[in-house]
């Protein structure tokens, strides 16, 4: 759907004719403008909405996130002031999303909701995401820059039968426990192996039992573009509830 290689163009285009500019709050948007100035600066994304590759084929006749981000990136190269995501808000329903409404709201859910509607979007053009076969919906430009693999290991401490899983991913969440000062720390304590015992002993299927066992997580495919999402619970006095804070930041591996 998408060749590989006009991901890895795009990597080493040069954007041109672009200032930075600032979103209008629309009431409470703030979780919402935070995630479009940093899709904005996707190099790969940026480079195909610019060149509007997906309105060419789009046969949508409903409103198209692919198509609408399309005109948002186009009035980047205008001059101006700040740019108004009214028209992106208006329509979260349409990417399946139940924020807004003018309440504060949550900005990785919404990254998240963002991300699968344009891969969604992306498919469209075959018949639907259910009518479309699973490799093939990995070739998608959504899929290629943003999608991984994590990988989790379980050894039964008991027989030392190893077993794994694997898991698709759009972006990496890193919970934040004690000191963290770099981005390297967090990564170091999420592939960490944690000790499975207690009430929270691993059944093992050739023990039959539930025994003591490690796991632990890996990235077995590193996404083109990964998507951190620095999340930390802090525990309020007042309320005893967990507060989550998110800072999202890409880093890009050209491989």
Known sequence: MFHYEDLVKFFQYEVRGISPRGLFNCGNSCYANAVLQ????TKPLMIHLLLRLHSKDCCSKNWCLMCELEQYASTLRESGGPVSPSRILSNLRNIGCR??????????????HLVMSMQAACLDGLGGEKQVEQSL??????????????KSKV????????SER???????????????ESLQDALTQFTAPEDLDGDNMY?????????????QLSVHEVPNILTVVL???QESMARLTN?????????????
């Not at 940093?38 to 600066?41: G, H």
């Not at 820059?145 to 994590?150: A, E, H, K, P, V």
């Not at 050894?155 to 190893?162: A, T």
């Not at 694997?166 to 963290?180: A, F, P, S």
């Open 155 to 162: 050894k039964c401490l008991r027989c030392h039968h190893e």
């Open 99 to 112: 924020l807004g409404g003018g309440s504060q709201e949550d900005a990785h859910e919404f990254l998240r």
């Open 231 to 233: 999340k930390r619970f």
């Open 166 to 180: 694997y898991e698709n991913i759009m972006d990496l969440t890193l919970e934040i426990h004690g000191w963290v």
């Open 203 to 215: 059944k093992c299927g050739r023990c039959c039992a539930y025994v003591k066992a490690r796991k």
């Open 243 to 255: 507060v989550s804070l998110f800072l999202i930041c890409w880093t890009w591996f050209l491989l």
């Open 137 to 150: 919906q990995e070739t998608t430009l959504i899929q290629q820059m943003f999608g991984g693999r994590l």
């Open 38 to 41: 940093c899709l904005m600066c």
